[in-house]
C-alpha cells in the first residue's frame, strides 16, 4: 500500500548554492544535511507539509546523481513514495513485469529500507520505494 510522496529529490551541482533558495526564498523548514556514501550523495531535507524535498549533491562523478548531472544538468532526479513493506511492493512490480533496480530493499536516509524501479520501465521517472519511519 502507498501511504504518500516521501521525497521528491532534485540533483543540484552544489548543495550550498541551492539551500538559500529552499531556505529563504521558499520559506522551507530545513530538517538538516545527512550523507549517504554508499549512493555518492550528500542531501539537503526539507520539510513540505507530510514530505521531504531531498536535494541532493553528487560526492563523486561516477555515482548516480554525478552522471545524472553530466547528461541532464541539474532538475527532478527521482520520486519516492511511501510503503508499508518495500520488499512486497518491488516483489509486486516485478511480479507485473516492471524492471527493478533493487531486487530486494537495502537501507537509505534515516535508515529506511529502499528499493528503487529503473527509469526505463517507469515512464522516464526514477521511482523509489521507502518504508520506515523518518518523522515527517
Ligand atoms: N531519471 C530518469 N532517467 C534516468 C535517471 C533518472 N534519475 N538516471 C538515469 N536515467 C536514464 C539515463 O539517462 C539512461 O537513458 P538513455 O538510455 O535513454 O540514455 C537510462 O536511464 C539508463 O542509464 P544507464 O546508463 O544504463 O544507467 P546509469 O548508470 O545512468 O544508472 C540508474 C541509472 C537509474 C540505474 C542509477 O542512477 C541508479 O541505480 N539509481 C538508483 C540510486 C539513486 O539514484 N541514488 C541516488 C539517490 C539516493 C537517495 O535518495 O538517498
Redesign the pocket.
Known amino acids: 500500500m502507498i501511504r504518500k510522496i516521501q521525497h521528491i529529490?532534485v540533483a543540484v551541482q552544489s548543495l550550498s548554492d541551492a539551500i538559500p533558495f529552499y531556505r529563504d526564498v521558499l520559506g522551507l523548514e530545513f530538517l538538516g544535511i545527512e550523507e549517504?556514501a554508499e549512493?555518492k550523495?550528500r542531501?539537503a531535507i526539507f520539510r513540505v507539509g507530510e514530505s521531504t524535498i531531498?536535494v541532493?549533491e553528487s560526492t563523486s562523478p561516477d555515482?548516480?546523481?554525478g552522471?545524472?548531472l553530466e547528461?541532464?544538468g541539474e532538475g527532478i532526479?527521482?520520486l519516492?513514495l511511501r510503503v508499508d513493506d518495500a520488499a512486497a511492493a518491488l516483489a509486486r512490480a516485478r511480479e507485473k513485469g516492471v524492471r527493478l533496480?533493487d531486487e530486494s530493499p537495502r537501507t537509505?536516509?534515516h535508515g529506511m529500507k529502499?528499493g528503487?524501479l529503473?527509469?526505463?520501465s517507469t515512464f522516464?521517472?526514477?521511482t523509489?520505494f521507502a518504508e520506515g519511519e523518518d518523522g515527517p
Open positions: 529529490g549517504v549512493q550523495v542531501t531531498e541532493l555515482g548516480p546523481v552522471k545524472f547528461k541532464n532526479h527521482h519516492c533496480i537509505g536516509v529502499i528503487f529503473h527509469p526505463k522516464g521517472v526514477l523509489e
